[in-house]
């Protein structure tokens, strides 16, 4: 299984801001995936980072609101841009393998307050 | 768009109490992952069911995959404290681009 750390671990940030969280995998791996989670609730995916090219996004996010980067295999950044207190969420960032398709490997996430 | 609906959505038990959380859905899946996600962390794999009713022991849990591929279901022995978490389910299809769709999921405290 991967090792993922994801930074910062929590930040609170003013509205109209942006803030950058990084997701950093101890091993090469295929497939990484930005997730937003309400606490106690349920996954909603936000986007795909595809090494080498752009981010494939789901319905209901854009690319200038949540630009997406993946220099490499072990790397990626979620930005939340101009942010505005419904931004408020826990972002998670996990891993798969191409191989093993359905599994995913999880960050901690990153807590998100945005006043 | 393919839902997975987990039953109940919050569980309150006593320790030594058994419980079983559902995961229905009208679409098919290649296989079926349980998580659990305790506070202040990311979400854990628990098991994978791939085969239709098939089940897997994991200690003191029980994990089944429906017949046709399209439920699933936890059961937990004697529930302990430890078990204190958010359970999800979540689906994936074969082939092509890899998605997974997580379960509504089911909250669950165990009171000691």
């Known amino acids: 299984s991967a090792v993922i750390s994801q930074k910062p671990s929590r930040d609170i940030c003013q509205r109209g801001t942006s803030l950058t969280i990084q997701c950093q995998v101890d091993?090469?791996?295929?497939?990484m995936f930005w997730y937003r989670q309400q606490p106690g609730q349920s996954l909603t995916l936000i986007a795909t980072?595809?090494?080498?090219?752009?981010?494939?996004?789901e319905s209901g996010f854009v690319i200038d609101k949540f630009p997406i980067s993946r220099p490499n295999l072990t790397f990626s950044t979620l930005t939340v841009s101009n942010m505005s207190p419904e931004d408020s969420s826990i972002y998670l960032c996990?891993?798969?393998?191409?191989?093993?398709?359905?599994?995913?490997?999880f960050g901690p996430g990153t807590r998100l307050l945005v006043l | 768009t393919q839902l997975l609906e987990q039953s109940p959505q919050f569980l309150s038990i006593q320790e030594g109490e058994n419980l079983t959380v559902y995961c229905n859905s009208s679409s098919v899946f290649s296989s079926l992952q349980w998580y659990r996600q305790e506070p202040g962390e990311g979400p854990v794999l628990l098991v994978t069911?791939?085969?239709?009713?098939e089940v897997k022991k994991l200690k003191r849990l029980t994990f089944q995959f429906g017949d046709a591929r399209k439920d699933s279901s936890l059961h937990i022995t004697a529930a302990q404290t430890g078990d204190t978490g958010l359970y999800l389910c979540a689906g994936h299809v074969s082939g092509g681009y890899q998605k997974v769709t997580f379960g509504t999921g089911t909250k669950l405290q165990v009171i000691p």
């Open positions: 091993s090469q791996v295929t497939m």
């Open positions: 069911v791939v085969t239709g009713g």
């Open positions: 980072a595809n090494q080498g090219s752009e981010a494939t996004y």
């Open positions: 996990s891993v798969g393998y191409r191989f093993y398709q359905e599994t995913q490997y």
